[in-house]
């Protein structure tokens, strides 16, 4: 978890940017390439060199881009949509005037049905690391 806490409460889209090169030896048309995305929690939307790839709310959080790949700089844009838990948990911690939110739900929807203040932060955003995986032969 990280320390800062607008981060650890953050509730929202989190956008992701990476930029790689690719040379000619590493693209094969015999091979086929996909993205993944490992762990994600809770939604991510793909993009790559600016075409959308889709999108993944379940495991495996993979997609094939065997045809979206270049030669030289290749853009990768992931945006990651978590809960409201988070902020629900770092609000209940506030005094009520610097709280963001605003709800009549005061306890989380666990099965002790515990304050939000004392509820657990969850992990959210890209939780692994993300890579390509080359498989010969398409």
């Known amino acids: 978890m990280l320390p800062d806490t607008n981060i650890q ?3 929202g889209t989190a956008t992701y940017y990476k930029t790689f090169e690719l040379d000619s030896t590493q693209l094969d048309d015999s091979s086929k390439v996909e993205l993944d995305l490992g762990k994600v929690k809770e939604i ?3 993009y790559l060199n600016g075409r959308p790839l889709g999108t993944t709310w379940c495991p495996p959080h993979r997609f094939d881009v065997s045809d979206h790949l270049r030669e030289g ?3 990768l844009i992931i945006e990651v949509a978590n809960v409201l838990n988070n902020r629900m948990v770092g609000d209940a911690n506030l005094p009520k005037s610097y709280r963001r939110t605003k709800s009549n739900i005061t306890k989380g929807s666990n099965a002790w049905m515990k304050p939000w203040a004392e509820i657990e932060l969850i992990e959210s955003g890209l939780i692994s690391k993300v890579q ?3 498989y010969e032969d398409k």
Do not use: D
């Open 44 to 46: 991510a939307e793909v």
């Open 9 to 11: 409460h953050f509730s």
């Open 132 to 134: 390509l995986i080359i």
């Open 73 to 75: 700089k290749n853009y």
